[in-house]
């Protein structure tokens, strides 16, 4: 079978190779895959320059974390698939026996990863793709919905129809946070670089965007926005950039979902103390969340928005798209 790798101390798309690889079949209780599709992330794009502290590509390692596909066969003792069942695989993976709050670690570093034509992954790493997702929706789903998900709908409580959402950016993360938040009847704002990201955010259902190159203290705009309330909840994936303009954009008791990095030291905690405010730090979410995640998609029908999907020969324009920054939504690469 075919599969990409980012070969040992990679920092470019240059360093991404098509190589050939035997194929495995299935041990206990794990789950033999044909990959149909997978989608980039921002912490992907980190891996393949060398600029990820968690993870250091030190030996050639196949790619990206989130992918859907069909089960192809099944080791002894599995319970939860079959042949033909069409699946999703968690951000997080079971490893070495321990539980998944124990031990999680996760594909396309320091696990292979999903940019392959076949993977082997246990049961327990793997779930049923909601409702009638494609492959290309669904492999939106292990890390930038879940993440998005847990801070909207899961840390510290959850969205209400009414309130409003403020998301930053129009990356993978935010646009399906858009998404979501309008399934659970919440307005939502953007901000963005770009005054046609915003428009086409408008399209997939914001009720307003702040381009924060414009204006570059937003927060104002967020403010005026909502009568001078603020926004209920924050899906703050700036990091030091961008945390003391979301919190002076935080309305009272309302919640900050905390995604981005961090670069630095934060200010201005004292604004969250007198709004009573509260902030979240959020690592993807578990696999209870991710099931629940996946229910209300297939209930609410939501279709993750994805800007281009490149053939799997073509998977390195897939990293040089992500790089221009000239997206919305997700990244997709089609696995044949
Ligand atoms: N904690 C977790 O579990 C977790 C999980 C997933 C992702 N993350 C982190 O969350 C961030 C977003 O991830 P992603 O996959 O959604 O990235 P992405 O798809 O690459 O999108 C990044 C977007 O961020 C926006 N942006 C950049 N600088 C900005 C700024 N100063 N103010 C507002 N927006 C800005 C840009 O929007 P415009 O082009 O519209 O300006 C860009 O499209 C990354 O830092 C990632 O590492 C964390």
């Known amino acids: ?10 920092r470019s798309v240059d360093d ?16 033999r895959i044909r990959l149909r599709a997978a989608t980039l992330n921002a912490r992907d794009r980190a891996i393949l320059k060398g600029n990820y ?35 999703v695989a968690g951000f997080f993976q079971p490893k070495d026996g321990l539980g998944l709050d124990e031990g999680p670690v996760q594909l396309g570093g320091p696990l ?37 998900w847990n801070a909207l709908m899961e840390a510290g409580g959850s969205v209400k129809p009414g309130d409003t959402v403020l998301a930053l950016g129009t990356g993978g993360v935010s646009i399906i946070g858009l998404q979501i938040a309008r399934a659970a009847g919440a307005r939502v704002i953007v901000t963005s670089s770009s005054d046609a990201k915003i428009e086409r955010a408008k399209t997939i259902g914001a009720f307003a965007g702040v381009n924060y ?18 926004a209920d909840c924050i899906l703050e994936v700036g990091g030091f950039g961008t945390f003391s303009h979301s919190l002076a954009a935080l309305a009272p008791r309302g919640r900050i979902g905390l995604i981005g990095g961090f670069a630095g030291s934060v200010e201005n905690l004292s604004f969250l103390r007198a709004r ?10 578990t696999r209870e969340m991710f099931q629940r995640m996946n229910h209300a998609f297939a209930v609410q029908g939501i279709k993750p928005v994805v800007d281009r999907v490149f ?26």
């Open 276 to 285: 009573r405010g509260s902030i979240h730090g959020i690592a993807v979410g």
């Open 53 to 87: 502290p968690p993870f250091a590509v030190t030996r050639d390692i196949t790619p990206l974390s989130d992918g859907a596909g069909e089960v192809i066969a099944v080791g002894a003792g599995v319970t939860r698939f079959k042949a033909g069942d069409r699946v």
């Open 112 to 148: 292979e990863g999903v940019l392959a034509e076949e993977i082997v992954l246990d049961q327990d790493g793997i779930e049923p793709i909601p409702g009638d997702l494609s492959f290309v929706e669904a492999a939106c789903l292990p890390c930038a919905a879940m993440t998005a």
């Open 1 to 10: 079978m075919h599969a990409y790798v980012l070969t040992a101390g990679c």
């Open 16 to 31: 991404l190779r098509l190589i050939e690889r035997p194929v495995v079949n299935p041990g206990p209780g794990q789950v």
């Open 311 to 336: 053939p799997f020969a073509q998977a390195a324009d897939a990293f040089r798209l992500q790089e221009s920054g000239d997206f919305v939504g997700k990244i997709a690469v089609e696995i044949g």
């Open 213 to 230: 190159r414009t204006h570059v203290a937003w927060e104002k705009e967020v403010l005026r926005l909502t009568g001078g309330r603020g």
